[in-house]
């Protein structure tokens, strides 16, 4: 690893997500990465959709429990844009305003990638939704771990164990191919804001990877504080 050193800028923090499918490794990557910014003694702030605050995170028991596809994509639409707003006016803008820099495991592109391309819930909806919940925020660096879907699996499987698969690790195999499809679609959409990722390969590969689109996109000049 070089010591070049990072400038990091002061202000207002920086907003960074992850996506991608069941098992691709976004709780890793996002602890690995935490862990990166605070050893050079960064605010870091890491939360999760849905959930991240207190009323969000009942409507996350809410929607893995299956409550939100009995009602159906409309409905499961609007549980996931209450816990959104809920989670950005308590948690998420607070901590931007002060600072601090905020990983987040999923936002607003999961809501169109699953409930948008998979469940047919119409742009108009979601965007109206968006638009009341999050306003003009949106993340400085989407990160979306892709690989294949078979491999996403089977790590799921691994991580649950003997538990019982919740609401989206249970759909069939078509409904995870067209979700890595969708987030293909988002990344090639937006690739300012998305940097789409391999993540067919050991955690510390892709870190490594995760790493550098964050200094590419983040970090456009060689800076100060912390080793690249």
């Known amino acids: 690893m070089s010591k070049s050193p990072v400038r990091w800028p002061s202000g207002r ?31 870091i702030l ?33 549980l996931f844009a209450a816990a ?5 006016r308590t948690v998420i803008q607070p901590a931007l305003s002060q600072g601090i820099w905020v990983l987040c495991d999923r936002f607003a592109d999961s809501t169109r990638a ?16 968006q638009r009341v919940t999050i306003g003009d925020l949106k993340p400085d660096l989407t990160i979306i771990l892709d690989l294949p879907v078979e491999i996403g699996l089977q790590r799921a499987a691994a991580r649950r164990g003997s538990a019982t698969p919740d609401r989206f690790e249970g759909e069939d195999l078509k409904f ?12 090639a959409e937006d690739p300012a ?35 690249a």
């Not at 959104?84 to 950005?88: A, C, F, I, S, T």
């Not at 995870?176 to 990344?187: E, F, G, V």
Request: glycine content about 12%; proline content about 5%; some cysteine.
């Open 114 to 129: 699953y409930q948008g391309s998979l469940g047919r819930v119409p742009d108009g909806l979601i965007n109206a939704m």
């Open 193 to 227: 804001r998305c940097a789409l990722i391999d993540a067919n390969s050991d955690p510390d590969t892709v870190a490594g990877r995760v790493w550098t689109a964050l200094r590419e996109r983040l970090l456009p000049t060689p800076s100060s504080v912390i080793s």
């Open 84 to 88: 959104r707003d809920d989670h950005v």
């Open 176 to 187: 995870h191919q067209d979700l890595r499809d969708a987030y293909l679609k988002i990344a």
């Open 46 to 78: 890491v939360t999760r959709e849905p959930g991240g605050s207190p009323g969000a995170e009942i409507m996350r028991h809410l929607v893995l429990s299956g409550m939100g596809k009995l009602l159906g994509p409309e409905a499961e639409t609007l």
């Open 13 to 43: 923090g920086r907003f960074i997500t992850f996506e991608g499918g069941e098992g691709a490794g976004k709780s890793t990557q996002i602890k690995k990465l935490a862990d990166r910014l605070k050893a050079a003694r960064m605010r």
